[in-house]
């Protein structure tokens, strides 16, 4: 990360002045204020550095209570899991971002703190070449040494990608991975069966891999890549989650699975993680079972 980050609004305004920023659709000088990002999902609060690193930039912050018995007291104790912690409810832990370029310096523990919470909203692109991966995106980290990283990792990506579709035999996927892979993604939206033709199937997959990254999670091209590599053991049990999930077996509810009643898990990865465990062994008969006799 550079010391210096910038965030600017990623669409241009027609009331906007000054020809170096590409304005946001708001009148000139407008402040948006964000609070720190609670996940209702996971039941804390959201940034994109290791918990033991916000916890360190908490302490080096020296805020002190704001109301209460404890008033002007410094704040000694964090919790990241609790929606009313006082530090990060703190008026000082607001995300101010004007309409023209907002600048955080890292160097500064309270202004990193900040930048790594904003990250974590969904409408934010961490870079340009981000923008076109985020729906609805408002507005656009400007960090040089992750725009230089990012660029990299794109033009890798998009080899990695194309060697799937136009590499060797050897490279290439078969279309038993292309539909495992489809069904993977967990998409009820994907019309395919056991049936569907191999140009069928590489197509629907080019099409997924290039739609726009959604709610600040990974690209389709980053979730194909990961499902590309995984183990043939892995890849098989998130298809037959695909499967199941088409067919009605199972409901997911945010991110957590449930069948015939029971929750399974409280996330897709630990789902995958919970029908690996040979003492759940009977649940994963149960369930391809069940998918086969649903075809």
């Known amino acids: 990360m ?3 980050v910038h965030v600017k609004a990623a669409n241009v ?4 002045h000054n020809p170096d920023v590409k304005g946001y659709t708001n009148f000139p000088e407008t402040t948006k204020t964000y609070p720190m990002n609670w996940s209702f999902d996971e039941h804390r609060f959201l940034f994109d550095l290791p918990d033991g690193e916000i916890i360190e930039l908490a302490k080096k912050c020296k805020l002190s209570y704001e109301d209460g018995e404890d008033k002007g007291k410094a704040i000694t104790t964090f919790d990241l899991n609790h929606r009313e912690d006082p530090f990060f409810n703190h008026s ?7 309409d023209d370029i907002t600048t955080f310096n890292t160097k500064n523990p309270l202004e990193k703190l900040l930048l790594s919470g904003f990250k974590t909203y969904p409408f934010v692109a961490k870079s340009e070449s981000d923008k076109t991966n985020v729906a609805s995106v408002k507005w656009v980290i400007i ?7 990012d660029k990299e990792r794109g033009y890798l990506n998009e080899k990695t990608v194309w060697k799937f579709f136009t590499g060797t035999d050897k490279e290439r996927l078969t279309p038993s991975m292309m539909r495992n892979i489809l069904f993977a993604f967990n998409d009820k939206a994907i019309a395919i069966s056991d049936t569907t033709a191999p140009e069928a199937l590489e197509a629907l997959l080019m099409s997924k891999i290039k739609e726009p990254k959604h709610l600040g999670k990974m690209s389709n091209k980053e979730k194909f890549l990961v499902l590309a590599t995984s183990s043939k053991e892995e890849l098989e049990i998130r298809a037959l989650m695909g499967k199941a999930l088409q067919r009605g077996i199972v409901r997911k509810t945010g991110e957590k699975w449930f069948y015939a009643g029971n929750k399974l898990a409280d996330s897709t990865e630990a789902t995958v993680q919970f029908l690996k465990k040979p003492e759940n062994s009977a649940v994963y008969v149960a369930l391809k079972e069940e998918v086969e006799f649903k075809k």
């Open 92 to 98: 000082r832990l607001r995300i101010k971002i004007t």
């Open 2 to 4: 550079a010391t210096i």
């Open 13 to 16: 305004s027609k009331f906007w």
């Open 143 to 149: 960090d040089k040494e992750l725009e230089a990283a």
